[in-house]
């Protein structure tokens, strides 16, 4: 089965702080994603990496960047954080082949910025 | 970009019933994906589905790509199948890009 591990399941942090999220997976995918998951407004895509050092931006990277430097880490980073990143946030991964986009999630991290 | 419904939003179960989730989506899509996300907010993977027909024990989903709609069913439901389940839909070259739905959040009661 497919592991996707998140570092941190529950953390808080003070606004401005610089935050850290870490994800690993265990399948060699080539895909990766960092989401976000709020009341009402559902999931959505923050930032994507097709390959190590690669990336694009999804629909809500202000205030976010991220680092891909080996295959199976994809980092998220708040670079100063604030009370409205606080939120669920979710990794996930997929193969790169047409017919091989299933998307496997970690756990999540629940972030709180006071 | 896609319009994703879900329907219902709630809905309430007695353990054994049999269930039909719906989404609707606004264009054509080669990515088709149902999830379900359990009370401590871990997302499952239950079908990769851009057309068609599978089944997985209890669960099954059909895609009808031409007429823009996907339907999951759960029969002989459990307690256990209590939460979210979403659909998510990619298209194009960006399919990877997933739009998800809002969810529909199942009940199932002993």
């Known amino acids: 089965d497919v592991k996707v591990t998140q570092s941190s399941r529950y953390l808080v942090k003070r606004t401005g702080e610089k935050v850290f999220l870490e994800c690993v997976q265990d399948?060699?995918?080539?895909?990766m994603f960092w989401y976000r998951q709020d009341p009402g407004l559902g999931l959505r895509l923050i930032y994507f990496?097709?390959?190590?050092?690669?990336?694009e931006k999804g629909d809500i990277p202000e205030g976010y960047s991220v680092s891909r430097e080996k295959k199976e880490r994809f980092s998220l980073i708040l670079e100063s954080a604030s009370t409205n990143q606080t939120s669920m946030y979710l990794c996930?991964?997929?193969?790169?082949?047409?017919?091989?986009?299933?998307?496997?999630f970690g756990s999540g991290t629940q972030l709180s910025v006071l | 970009g896609i319009q994703v419904e879900q329907s219902p939003p709630d809905l309430i179960l007695q353990e054994g019933a049999n269930s039909t989730l719906r989404c609707n989506f606004s264009?054509?899509?080669?990515?088709l994906q149902w999830f379900h996300q359990n009370p401590w907010g871990q997302l499952i993977n239950l079908f990769y589905i851009p057309s068609g027909t599978k089944q997985n024990g209890r669960l099954s989903a059909t895609t009808v790509a031409t007429e823009r709609y996907s339907l999951l069913y759960i029969s002989s439901s459990q307690t256990t199948d209590s939460g979210v389940y979403f659909c998510a839909v990619g298209s194009g070259g960006s399919n990877y890009k997933l739009t998800f739905g809002k969810g529909t959040l199942l009940t199932v009661n002993p």
């Open positions: 990496s097709y390959d190590v050092k690669m990336k």
């Open positions: 264009d054509s899509v080669n990515n």
């Open positions: 996930a991964s997929s193969l790169k082949q047409l017919g091989g986009e299933k998307l496997f």
């Open positions: 399948m060699d995918h080539e895909n």
